[in-house]
């Protein structure tokens, strides 16, 4: 574990706790840097175009210069802006963000803070962003950040209870909610994934299966709604309410805004595959065991966990960009009409076969 | 008639339109209705319209669309120059499809003049009228579909109008304001290549369009979007004034094209697309049709087209070739002549429409016998289209006003004038 490890090192709790926190935060920036980019690219192939070519190797320092504009921007605070709320806003954003990351395992040893609720706790503390999401639409004293603020606050909530009762179908399986002990269950091959049932065995395996397909879909629809990600970006339709609650904000600001984006992208990507897709697990075995290198494991995993996440902010990308994005009444009809009571049914029918 | 200024008339449509405080504080908690600004900068607006709406929660109860923050005086400044100088403004109506207003200005004035173009000439403006069609079409489903949300479909249909463009290029050597026709003709004949380059892009077009059109066709919640979103009756829609696809997505099937054939459409074979729904979908559905229907005419048109001339023999009227007017005396003066005076059609009033791509485009000229029209009076589609705004989008929500504007696809150059 990297607290324990930095506890050796400098024999101070409190120094291990801060230092503990700057891998992910270190994750998160080379992340980010890296998802913009692909983003554009991905954008720009789907529409027959290039994307940024220029700077560096396809344009893989765009990233970087776009950084370099946006802190020497001014940072524009208008006269009717609210200001210790507005400036709060986007700290809050990204914290919530950035403390989800706490819990997230990348690997055996990778993880920020191994805690025993560890998806409860990433659950309880992206509460943060919505407190964020309002505290930006609100303070900005603009009609488009309020609207776009309303309905983030509104879609958020909505869709934490599909994602909740996916994530207690899961625990009740495993029966654990630390995503280390879930990930080194999934451990093996391919099929002890969540998704395959997890490591039951028997009849329960078989039956598990279609069930946690529905699952996965469900809470891989709900964690995209939960990043406001097309098709349920009505937060920020730039159509509709311009940049929604970003609006008014420019420079570091807006920048932190887009930082938290595209780090809970990789966040609720990083759930979903915690949850159902082995975690940090190969789902081919390692190299490290057939060399017999130990060392190579946890790199290993963290290779694969880095993988799997990216190609679901890579889906997310991918729908981004082929679809349009729902009305403000069709979304909340598909959370609440659909997809709870799908979880729900689902959570009761696994409830019964795990009792059995 | 007691003229009233801006200053009067503006603070009156405000209060009519405001009634209650815009600020979002308000002192009873209860008070949900907000007024929201959209536009005129605005993403959705295309261009400068501005429609000030009243919500309730995210409901509209009330929009005003506001215009003219793209006037540019052009009925006043068409009557202080001649017919041949105001071909290039006509470019800037709906510059989504200049070369239909170039036609549209030119067949007014020949009416009013009395010339007769010949027959290539027709041909040729005919062909150029229908690629304008398709290339407006294509934004207007492109910005249609980005107004929901689908960004991609927007660049697709994009790379389908630059072909287009480059056609345009390829025959009067521009590629966005042509400033093509001349009054009894068209600038220049049409080269071989530029006809092979239309063969080309029609053949290939039905598989382009197919390809956008499965992106969004078969799209749930492109369908959810639209569909039953801004419905207008056939009655409401002709009383209302609309007129082009938003007309006929109503049920009505009115084409000028076919109820007042204008250069050689009455020999064309060709349907008119029309949906009884009346609603986004609908109007998105007559688009696409129309696209398909123009390549069916824009075939028709490059078997058809017979050789000849494309200027008519009318010396006192139309300009003559450049060349011949350093060469020949005659042509010398009778260039000399229109430049400075003009063609001096008759008196008498005209009024001429065509089909554009955004309805029916008229100009109405009062003529005193002079070089430049007494009166000029542009009936532009956009305009008409955007007086069913407030109809259309009451009781909708905030994203549906963007959709319907997307499915009226007002150009604001042509609504302000």
């Known amino acids: 574990m990297m607290y324990d490890f930095f506890v050796d090192l400098f024999g101070n709790e409190i120094i291990a706790a801060i230092l503990s926190g700057v891998p992910p935060l270190l994750f998160i920036l080379v992340f980010v840097l890296f998802a913009v980019w692909l983003e554009r690219k991905v954008s720009a192939h789907m529409q027959d175009r290039l994307g940024p070519m220029r700077t560096g190797w396809h344009g893989y320092l765009q990233t970087i210069a776009d950084l370099i504009k946006l802190i020497q921007k001014e940072d524009i605070l208008a006269a009717a802006n609210d200001k210790p709320l507005f400036n709060l806003a986007p700290v809050l954003v990204f914290a919530g963000t950035y403390a989800a990351f706490a819990a997230i395992p990348f690997s055996s040893y990778y993880i920020g803070s191994n805690i025993d609720l560890g998806i409860f706790f990433i659950i309880g503390i992206s509460g943060l962003v919505v407190a964020g999401i309002l505290m930006a639409g609100w303070s900005s004293n603009n009609k488009y950040s309020m609207l776009g603020a309303m309905r983030a606050a509104a879609q958020i909530i909505s869709y934490e209870i599909p994602t909740i009762l996916v994530v207690l179908t899961v625990v009740m399986i495993t029966r654990t909610l630390n995503l280390h002990t879930l990930s080194e269950m999934q451990t093996g091959y391919i099929w002890n994934w969540m998704i395959f049932g997890g490591p039951t065995v028997g009849w329960q395996k078989f039956s598990l299966i279609p069930l946690m397909f529905i699952g996965f879909l469900v809470i891989y629809m709900s964690t995209l709604a939960e990043v406001n990600r097309t098709p349920f970006d009505i937060p920020e339709a730039e159509s509709e309410l311009v940049s929604g609650y970003h609006t008014e904000y420019s420079g570091m600001k807006f920048a932190m805004f887009f930082l938290a984006e595209y780090a809970n992208m990789y966040a609720v990507s990083a759930i979903v595959t915690a949850l159902f897709l082995g975690g940090y697990q190969s789902p081919i075995g390692y190299f490290g065991n057939l060399v017999d290198v130990p060392w190579l494991i946890p790199i290993e995993q963290f290779l694969w966990f880095t993988i799997k996440g990216t190609f679901f902010v890579f889906v997310q990308m991918w729908l981004r960009w082929t679809l349009p994005r729902l009305r403000v009444d069709q979304l909340m009809a598909l959370c609440w009409k659909y997809l709870i009571p799908i979880a729900f049914v689902n959570l009761i029918i696994v409830g019964l076969i795990t009792v059995l | ?417």
């Open chain 2, 1 to 417: 008639m007691e003229i009233a200024d801006r200053d009067e008339v503006h603070p009156k449509i405000i209060e009519a339109l405001l009634k209650t405080d815009a600020g979002l504080s308000s002192d009873d908690a209860l008070e949900n209705e907000m007024i929201l600004n959209m536009g005129p900068q605005h993403p959705a607006t295309h261009g400068v319209l501005r429609l000030v709406l009243r919500l309730d929660g995210e409901t509209v109860i009330a929009c005003v669309p506001e215009l003219g923050y793209l006037h540019r005086g052009y009925e006043k400044m068409a009557e202080n120059m001649s017919y041949y100088e105001f071909i290039p403004h006509t470019d800037r109506l709906d510059y989504l499809a200049p070369l239909c207003n170039n036609v549209a200005w030119v067949l007014a004035v020949e009416k009013l003049a009395g010339i007769q173009a010949p027959p290539r000439a027709q041909y040729i403006r005919m062909l150029i009228s229908e690629l304008s069609r398709i290339a407006s079409h294509l934004i207007a489903v492109g910005s249609m579909a980005m107004d929901v949300g689908a960004l991609t479909v927007f660049l697709w249909t994009i790379r389908e109008r630059e072909k287009i463009l480059d056609i345009w290029d390829i025959i009067c050597g521009a590629r966005f304001t042509n400033s093509y026709t001349r009054i009894g003709g068209v600038a220049n004949d049409m080269q071989p290549e530029a006809k092979a380059k239309v063969q080309w892009f029609i053949n290939q077009f039905d598989e382009n369009l197919e390809e956008c059109e499965k992106l969004l066709n078969a799209n749930r919640i492109f369908i959810d979007r639209l569909e039953g979103v801004g419905v207008i009756s056939g009655e409401d829609a002709l009383d209302l004034g609309l007129t082009g696809p938003s007309l006929r997505g109503s049920g009505v099937d009115y084409d000028i094209r076919r109820y007042q054939p204008y250069l050689f459409y009455n020999e064309m074979d060709f349907k008119i697309p029309t949906y009884t729904e009346g609603d986004c979908l609908a109007r998105y559905f007559v688009r696409i049709d129309e696209m398909r229907e123009s390549a069916k005419i824009v075939k028709q048109i490059l078997d058809k087209i017979p050789q000849g001339d494309v200027q008519a023999n009318q010396p006192k009227k139309v300009l003559p070739k450049k060349h011949e007017v350093y060469s020949k005396m005659e042509e010398l003066i009778h260039d000399f002549m229109i430049v400075n005076f003009g063609i001096n059609p008759p008196d008498g009033e005209v009024y001429h429409a065509v089909e554009n791509p955004k309805g029916e485009l008229g100009f109405y000229f009062v003529s005193k016998g002079e070089g430049h029209p007494w009166k000029c009076k542009i009936r532009s589609p956009s305009f008409n289209n955007l007086q069913s705004v407030p109809h259309l989008v009451k009781g909708y929500m905030v994203s549906d006003v963007v959709a319907i504007i997307g499915s009226i696809d007002p150009v604001m150059g042509e609504a302000d004038k």
